[in-house]
């Protein structure tokens, strides 16, 4: 941020400030909490995975009651206002969403919180999850798939295979492990076919908006190599710089679908991609020290969620999830095992 910060005239918006503050600090925050709290954390996100869940799951029924429980707290700056779309929430959306401003959203941080519990309870050696954790990852599973986000395929099939690869050898455990993933794979083929039926369906919005916004990116040699500065795609999108003309929407975006994209285009190919090529390096030493296979989960999950699913920086769980391999990692090395 400070690096293209430096290349551009405009201030920074408060927004992207704040919204850069709080990824970093989700972070820290997975990275310290790892190294403080050690598997006491994994029980720390079931409990926030499946309170969230429980949640989502009160809020499927209310949609289809007619009403959006405490409607009027869903204000916050940068996002879609929830009130104010609500006709179209209850009569043709009735997908839960949670304490999240929309159903992708909600999702996406699911899948990484319970990734991250798996790798922290795999990694200090528990073959066995605390109930609390076992009921976060069914509670989980459902709400993922009552979502209806295209996501859910990618992040069910990741949670199945990531619990296939770190449980324990015996045959018990093995048969559990494969009729999960037969759940899984059934969740992710319900979801495809309410997703398919839908006029709306926002994946291919979500795909054009990223590869108008990499047109755009890859135009100028300065915008390449540093980035359009903190909050330069959104205003570049609001003047209509961002030529969208030849592409075919659903609905025209107002701004590119996608965290990690976002990262490199605003920050440009020096800053953005080694911060990328960082996270992404976290993520799989993190997740192989489980288990390859773990590990492949891991960095297909985040990739999907943060690159063609959440299009919000603010989504803690992209940057907290890479922040705890860190902390693995750091663990390992400090144990004198590495």
Do not use: H
């Amino acid at each position: 941020m400070a690096i293209t910060t430096l290349f551009f005239d405009t201030p920074l918006p408060p927004t992207a400030a704040v919204t850069w503050l709080g990824a970093a600090g989700a972070f820290a925050a997975g990275a310290v909490g790892v190294l403080c709290m050690r598997d006491k954390l994994a029980s720390l996100l079931a409990w926030l995975v499946l309170l969230t869940s429980l949640f989502g799951f009160f809020q499927y029924f209310a949609l289809r009651a007619g009403f959006i429980p405490f409607v009027e707290l869903y204000r916050a700056p940068g996002y879609a206002s929830v009130e104010a779309n609500a006709p179209a929430i209850l009569l043709y959306i009735r997908r839960p969403f949670a304490q999240f401003p929309e159903p992708s959203f909600m999702a996406g941080s699911l899948t990484l919180a319970v990734l991250a519990m798996l790798l922290i309870a795999r990694y200090f050696g528990r073959t066995r999850l605390r109930r609390v954790e076992k009921a976060a990852v069914l509670a989980g599973a459902i709400v993922i798939v009552l979502s209806e986000s295209g996501s859910a395929v990618a992040g069910l099939g990741a949670i199945a295979v990531a619990l296939l690869a770190s449980s324990a050898r015996s045959i018990g455990a093995q048969i559990r492990a494969a009729l999960l993933i037969v759940l899984a794979a059934a969740g992710a083929i319900w979801v495809i076919e309410q997703r398919s039926s839908i006029l709306n369906f926002s994946w291919g919005d979500r795909m054009m908006s990223i590869i108008a916004s990499a047109q755009f990116w890859a135009s100028d040699i300065q915008t390449f190599l540093f980035g359009l500065g903190r909050g330069g795609l959104t205003a570049a999108y609001s003047s209509g710089r961002v030529d969208v003309s030849g592409f075919q929407f659903t609905q025209q975006p107002p701004d590119v679908f996608s965290a990690i994209g976002r990262v490199l285009f605003e920050s440009g190919l020096f800053a953005g991609g080694a911060v990328l090529l960082i996270l992404v390096l976290l993520i799989v030493r993190g997740g192989a020290l489980v288990a390859p296979l773990f590990s492949v989960a891991m960095i297909t999950a985040w990739l999907v969620v943060g690159g063609i699913t959440i299009s919000y920086e603010s989504a803690a769980f992209i940057w907290l999830l890479p922040g705890v391999c860190m902390g693995v990692i750091a663990v390992r090395r400090g144990s004198g095992n590495e």
